[in-house]
């Protein structure tokens, strides 16, 4: 594997469910990163992890719960979500936190009935 | 407030028509304004970075440019595999989360 995968790449759930969203970089970075795209809308920053320390939460509602165990490995935790929570969610990483040179995964897009 | 406005929304150009994407911004001292490139169902891919105006950069039929305002994307004879949406984004100066502030798209068809 090479750059920045994501697992599932697709996943329906219902507003009562509890999912992950998995990342992996393999790209020996030191900061990664959880994005929202949704239609119609810019992409939307959600979490910024450093050296698996989390360095920014945008705001984000508490039904959305990052996990970073280690520098090659980030999980989105996802539990009791809303039908507008429906939308693209992208991994990125980049060498170093504060860098805007971001290298993103395929999106895993997700669907909320 | 920190914003990126895109402009079109849309393209259509033939094969080998040359046009110009627009990124106009406005962000509490520019740490640098980047540009993707993103296929349909695929994650947004790094372009370019300009960090101040004057600044140009090239690669292949794209060249971006910078002033204190805006930014563009000039397509010099593009060609079908060019079809894809571009998104600029805008990270501001002060902080250094890697925070990027992005626009919604131009989405570029270029036909054969």
């Known amino acids: 594997e090479t750059g920045v995968t994501q697992t599932p790449r697709h996943l329906v759930m219902g507003m009562t469910n509890k999912k992950s969203l998995k990342c992996e970089q393999h790209l020996g970075h030191n900061a990664m990163y959880w994005y929202k795209q949704s239609a119609k809308k810019p992409l939307e920053l959600m979490f910024v992890?450093?050296?698996?320390?989390?360095?920014e939460n945008n705001s984000v509602p508490s039904r959305f719960s990052p996990e970073c165990p280690n520098s090659s490995h980030l999980f989105l935790h996802l539990h009791t979500l809303q039908p507008e929570d429906s939308a693209l969610y992208l991994c990125?990483?980049?060498?170093?936190?504060?860098?805007?040179?971001?290298?993103f995964g395929p999106g895993t897009r997700l669907l909320v009935l | 407030e920190d914003q990126v406005t895109q402009s079109p929304e849309a393209l259509r150009l033939q094969e080998g028509e040359s046009s110009s994407l627009n990124c106009s911004y406005t962000v509490s001292g520019l740490r640098g304004l980047f540009w993707y490139r993103q296929d349909p169902g695929k994650g947004p891919e790094f372009l370019f970075t300009l960090y101040s105006a004057g600044e140009e950069k090239e690669k292949e039929r794209l060249k971006a440019t910078l002033t204190k305002k805006e930014s563009f994307l000039h397509i010099t004879a593009p060609k079908p595999e060019d079809s894809a949406t571009y998104l600029c984004?805008?990270?501001?100066?002060?902080?250094?989360?890697?925070?990027?502030?992005f626009g919604q798209g131009t989405t570029l068809q270029v036909k054969p």
């Open positions: 992890y450093s050296l698996e320390e989390r360095v």
């Open positions: 990125a990483s980049s060498p170093r936190e504060g860098q805007g040179t971001q290298y």
């Open positions: 984004a805008v990270q501001r100066g002060s902080g250094n989360t890697g925070k990027l502030i």
